[in-house]
């Protein structure tokens, strides 16, 4: 089982709204949105895409705060072919969203996040946390605040996002202990939330489809099985 990176679109705007442009996705695809905000005060209302009213759910997490508002967002494309997605804002400001689209051989599953930040310093990291298995998808999305800096992504992991604020790095075969380091050309403020995902196998076996997660220490995390179509 593998996951692989698929693409990478970042658009900057001053409105209210941004729609960014994407290549049409795969079904069951995973999408990543990273969104920033240069305050604290405004907010995300909603986010769409392309087969609005009737196509995917993103899931938001709680915003970062830390001089500037920072989100991570994620959808399982249950509707394939989508070509955009707008994020729509409390306020009108100039944000920057990206959306990253993963693949994987099997159903791509959340498992949990954590996040990291400060006002000064140039090593990045989130909180130490643990996957629960190996070989799980790590997404980070990060902002800094020095001017024409860089943003080098940690050992295992690779920058997808490259804007000149908004940022996000991944890792395709996690660990079960991460923390999604990354270095910066200069000291000031920085913040990154941390997502991790894993893969549910799909078997068949004369005509039994059977869909499990890994398991860890001889312990089964989750299964399904259908017959039929009946669980």
Not at 107 to 117: A, E, F
Not at 120 to 145: K, Q, R
Not at 161 to 170: A, E, M, P, W
């Amino acid at each position: 089982m593998a996951f692989t990176a698929v693409q990478n679109v970042v658009t900057v705007a001053f409105d209210s709204s941004i729609t960014v442009n994407i290549a049409a996705t795969g079904l069951n695809n995973l999408i990543i949105v990273n969104i920033y905000i240069p305050n604290v005060t405004a907010t995300v209302t909603s986010i769409a895409d392309s087969a609005n009213p009737y196509g995917n759910s993103y899931t938001l997490g709680s915003p970062l705060d830390n001089a500037a508002r920072l989100y991570q967002a994620y959808g399982i494309q249950t509707v394939s072919g989508i070509t955009s997605i707008t994020v729509v804002f409390s306020a009108t400001d100039t944000y920057r969203v990206s959306v990253n689209e993963f693949s994987a051989t099997g159903k791509i599953s959340y498992d949990k996040r954590s996040t990291g930040s400060s006002s000064t310093g140039t090593a990045v990291s989130v909180t130490t946390f643990s996957p629960v298995v190996s070989d799980e998808l790590i997404i980070s999305t990060g902002y800094f605040s020095v001017y024409y800096g860089t943003w080098t992504a940690g050992s295992g992991y690779t920058k997808y996002t490259n804007d000149n604020t908004l940022v996000s790095q991944y890792r395709l075969a996690g660990t079960t202990s991460e923390t999604s380091p990354a270095t910066l050309s200069g000291n000031g403020y920085w913040s990154e939330i941390a997502q991790a995902f894993r893969e549910i196998s799909i078997k068949t076996v004369e005509g039994l489809a059977i869909a499990s997660v890994k398991t860890k220490n001889g312990l089964a995390i989750a299964s399904i099985k259908t017959i039929n179509g009946l669980q």
